[in-house]
């Protein structure tokens, strides 16, 4: 075929789009001077960009991409600098419809003046200003709590995937997998960022993805500097979202850091249109994949992973169905004691009828002869007299009564001894239903920690290069799960262990090579199941802890005096460092010194009913571990009776349960105690610390002892009642801190129980508006016929297009990616298909040629709705037989207007 043709035929396409472009850029221009509108423009200046650059126009490229940053530029200036931008805007158009016409007629453009023209247009770097943006996001986040509330979790996590593949990329080096991940993330963030409205993170995330798409091509090498700008983007993304919540003040220094990080590096503008000799190269036309081929081609490839669809449930409607739960046990305890007392009332009905049978049986024996001793046969029936058959008057008619009444109570009894069984079984079945239920609700909360672990690798890059240290990162157990409401209570806590590892315990590199260790330090960070509770470990192998260091800061400070430090063991001299105020560093700086922290990591850790040790060796190391419940919904406690009340203890605080006598109890240093496991254990009546009552002085009393952080407790209550299992609700914000109590639980009679808290017993003893919401602008009513399938792999997009089109009045079904599009196709019949290009499984294209080689959905209209702006993908879509391509983000009012146009066009085909 004559390449000639072909060329001519392809540049005709190209001048079509181009004029259609210009004349849209045109139209929009206005809203760029009266309202400082730019996303229209921006999505037509850069397919305009695009499409010029792959039909090897390199100079109409270049204006195009001054257009688009013009364009981009001034929408934070004033209204003035606007209206001077579009007078340019105007001028550029002039120029492009001169070169456009000089293609129709010769085939060719004057690269070097367009291009000249180009740079003479183009803004100056001094032109970008960054604060208005920045106002324009908090403008965004306060005009728009609805689409933050599903846009923020899926920002999050896209930008924890593109930090894991940041780090993964940083240690082993560059990965074609990897690096697809990366861009992935970024390229569907942008979009989802795009599709909501939120232009200043998309915008970021634009810049990240042109210098990662450098990279893919290999335009670009994965360079430290390129590692870096990018997590500078990741890091100034994440500041802006977590903005929404009060911003940050180090916001604006993370923008500007990564701005000129990414600044910094050559990010070609296009890769089509790097070389004017792509003049000389014809882009080759896609023909459609023959079906015989394409069944080869399906039969040989693999088959795909089975993914089960998911959704995203807000923490609050889990914990919510926790209470629920919590209630269901309540109720399903008060059912139990309800059958307890149909069984007492059982045995009295069998203890009632014994004593009548037996009563009825004397009363027999006593008044009752069934022997006839004599037979009168005159004047009565034969071998009986009158005498004998008067005998059975109704005082004994009243005596057999009875014991038929006896016996009937007895069949009753039996009924219901049989009643109480069936309920009794029927009760275990809701009871064992309703541990299945609990546990499944728990496991819904339960994410893995391997997300926080991501959270923290960046910190330790961060610190490690503000201590001037070299500090690897090894990180293992990352898939094991824990309650989300734990791993944000311990976030803190956790950074903080690290940062003071790497600024306290790794040490220098001269100080490390003189001591025979590797240059660069290391940091473990790991988590693992053991006996039902979670540990997570952070390890370094640097200095250790001087315990006699230690006794000195803390009798220099203070702390303790010189003759009790002397006698502090190794543990209670470790134990000092969790002390408020208590430090060791020699100066204040931004990293130590202040005495401030460790504490605070105690205290968050026994908050969520943790614990936490230390564990060191000089010149070697130190560990500190962690240890956590899986979660705080549900725990085992010991009910235990005091002073008239029942209170509840946590058998994870609960090392031994043991009788104490009262000679057993002997002061040390005049303060009670016990002997424990061969150690003396501080001693305390629990009635006395609360204020209650004392029972009956026993010879022996019932003592649970108790850790509470590095110590241990010998705590003596008047009863012991026995083990449950409990669901734990808030004290709330009012009786927050008051007490040694951590929360509460109902029993099943409807009583308060308070929970203890081991920490803040033992602390204890030793000191004896509503919003308004929004009303959303009325919907048109759905009618039949305007159901449309959304097919997105993003969450933002698929809720925020999915309430336009219902808005617009159409039914709106919603599919992940193209695999479950097709699983929606096969079990309802759909009027219009909305559908991205870039998916996980099964993307648009594949999706697209699917359902055009099905008769029974062939001729279902199609609308692709990507962020590709591209002639490539365009074509490729046409080639595959859409007529309605679309850019996003998208005008609400012309999506649904085309979509009213194709349920139209589609119910006048299909009409007799």
């Known amino acids: 075929m004559n390449a000639v043709p072909d060329r001519q035929f392809l540049v005709s396409v190209f001048l079509m789009e181009a004029w259609d472009t210009l004349g849209e850029i045109e139209e929009h221009a206005p809203a760029l001077v009266a309202e400082g509108r730019v996303e229209p423009l921006l999505v037509l200046t850069h397919r305009l960009r695009g499409a010029a650059a792959l039909n090897g126009f390199p100079g109409v490229s270049a204006i195009a991409s001054t257009m688009e940053t013009i364009v981009q530029t001034s929408a934070p200036a004033p209204a003035a600098e606007r209206l001077q931008a579009a007078a340019v805007l105007d001028d550029l158009i002039a120029d492009l419809k001169v070169a456009l016409d000089a293609i129709a007629a010769g085939g060719d453009e004057d690269t070097a003046t367009l291009m000249a023209t180009a740079t003479t247009h183009a803004p100056t770097p001094a032109a970008h200003v960054e604060e208005p943006r920045l106002g324009e996001l908090a403008s ?7 689409v933050l509330e599903y846009f923020g979790p899926e920002a999050a996590e896209h930008l924890d995937a593109m930090t894991a593949s940041l780090l993964k990329l940083e240690r082993a080096g560059a990965s074609d997998a990897e690096l697809a991940a990366l861009f992935r993330a970024v390229h569907t963030l942008k979009g989802a960022a795009y599709t909501v409205g939120c232009r200043v993170v998309g915008d970021l995330a634009h810049r ?87 069944t080869v081609a399906e039969d040989a490839a693999e088959p795909r992973p089975i993914i089960r669809p998911s959704i995203r449930v807000h923490l609050d409607r889990l914990d919510a169905l926790m209470n629920l739960v919590g209630e269901l046990v309540i109720a399903r305890s008060r059912l139990e004691r309800r059958l307890s007392q149909f069984e007492r009332v059982n045995e009295l009905l069998v203890f009632s009828q014994s004593r009548m049978t037996a009563v009825v049986r004397d009363f027999e024996r006593k008044y009752l002869d069934p022997r006839i001793d004599e037979v009168r046969v005159a004047g009565g029936p034969a071998g009986f007299d009158e005498l004998e058959f008067d005998r059975y008057d109704d005082f004994n008619i009243l005596a057999r009564s009875v014991g038929e009444i006896s016996n009937d109570v007895s069949e009753i009894q039996g009924q219901l001894a049989a ?66 409401t734990i791993i944000e209570q311990i976030a803190d806590p956790l950074l903080h262990l690290i940062q003071n590892a790497i600024t306290h315990g790794v040490e220098p590199e001269d100080e490390r090579l003189a001591r025979g260790k590797p240059a660069a330090g290391t940091v473990r960070l790991r988590a693992y199941h053991k006996s039902g ?91 500190f571990t962690i240890k956590l419940p899986l979660t705080i919904a549900i725990a085992d406690v010991f009910l235990v009776k005091v002073g008239g009340e029942v209170l509840a203890i946590p058998v994870s605080a609960v090392q031994l349960v043991m ?30 610390v609360l204020g209650l009552p004392r029972g009956s002085e026993p010879t022996a009393v019932p003592v649970l002892v108790l850790r509470a952080g590095r110590k241990r407790l010998a705590v003596a209550v008047d009863e012991l009642l026995g083990k449950e299992e409990i669901v734990i609700k ?138 590709r702006a591209g002639e490539k993908h365009a074509a490729l879509a046409r080639e595959l037989g859409v007529s309605h391509y679309v850019t996003k983000p998208v005008d609400e009012h012309t999506l649904v207007r085309l979509l009213d146009a194709l349920v139209a066009a589609s119910a006048l085909e299909t009409a007799p």
């Not at 809701?430 to 728990?442: A, E, K, P, S």
């Not at 104490?660 to 303060?671: A, G, Y």
């Not at 002997?675 to 629990?686: A, M, Y």
């Not at 109902?746 to 919401?773: F, W």
Request: no cysteine; aromatic share 4%; hydrophobic share 45%.
């Open 659 to 688: 009788r104490v006598r009262s000679d057993d109890v002997r002061p040390i240093d005049e303060t009670p105690t016990v002997v424990v496991e061969g150690q003396p254990v501080d001693f305390i009546r629990l009635p006395d």
């Open 419 to 484: 009643v109480v069984r069936a309920v009794r079984d029927d009760t275990g079945q809701v009871q064992r239903l309703t541990g299945d239920l609990r546990r499944q609700i728990t496991r819904a909360r339960m994410v893995p920690v391997g997300r926080l672990f991501t959270r923290v690798s960046r910190q330790v890059r961060q610190a490690a290069r503000l201590a001037g240290k070299a500090v690897t990162l090894e990180v293992s157990g990352e898939t094991v799960e824990m309650d989300n």
């Open 533 to 623: 509770a979670v540990y997570v470990e952070v390890a370094d192998d640097g200095r250790g802890i001087d315990v006699d260091h230690l006794r000195a800061s803390a009798v220099e400070r203070g702390f303790v005096d010189a003759e009790a430090a002397s006698s502090m063991g190794r543990r209670e001299l470790l134990d000092l460092i969790f002390l408020p105020g208590f430090s060791t560093a020699a100066s204040v700086t931004t990293a130590a010194g202040r005495g401030v922290g460790m504490d605070v990591v105690r205290t968050n850790v026994t908050r969520v009913g943790g614990d936490i040790e230390v564990d060191t060796e000089v010149g070697t190391g130190t560990r």
């Open 208 to 294: 990240i993805e042109d210098l990662l798409g450098a990279v893919r091509e290999s335009q670009i090498e994965v360079t430290p500097a390129v590692i870096e700008a990018v997590f500078a983007g990741t890091d100034a993304l994440r500041a802006m979202l977590a903005s929404a919540e009060g911003a940050p003040t180090e916001l604006d220094m993370l923008v500007e850091q990564a701005r000129r990080l990414l600044d910094a590096l050559p990010i070609p503008a296009e890769p089509t249109a790097l070389a004017p000799a792509a003049t000389a190269l014809t882009p080759l036309p896609l023909a459609p994949i023959p079906a015989d081929d394409m």
């Open 730 to 867: 808030s004290l709330g914000a009012f009786l927050e801190g008051i007490g040694p109590y951590s929360g509460a639980t109902i029993s099943g009679e409807g009583r308060v129980i308070l929970l203890l808290d081991a920490t803040r017993l033992a602390d204890h003893s030793a000191g004896a508006d509503v919003t308004a919401e929004e009303i959303a602008p009325p919907a048109r009513p759905v009618v039949d016929g305007r159901r449309v399938l959304l097919v997105d792999d993003s969450i933002s997009i698929r809720k925020f297009v999915g309430q336009m089109l219902q808005r617009g009045g159409f039914s709106v079904v919603t599919a992940n990616d193209g695999l479950e599009a097709l699983q929606r196709l096969g079990e309802l019949k759909v009027d219009v298909l909305v559908t991205d290009l870039e998916m996980p499984r099964l993307n648009g294209y594949e999706l697209i040629r699917d359902i055009r080689r099905r008769p029974g959905m062939r001729d279902v209209p199609v609308v692709v709705l990507t962020t």
């Open 140 to 146: 965004f986040f306060a005009e728009n709590p609805d």
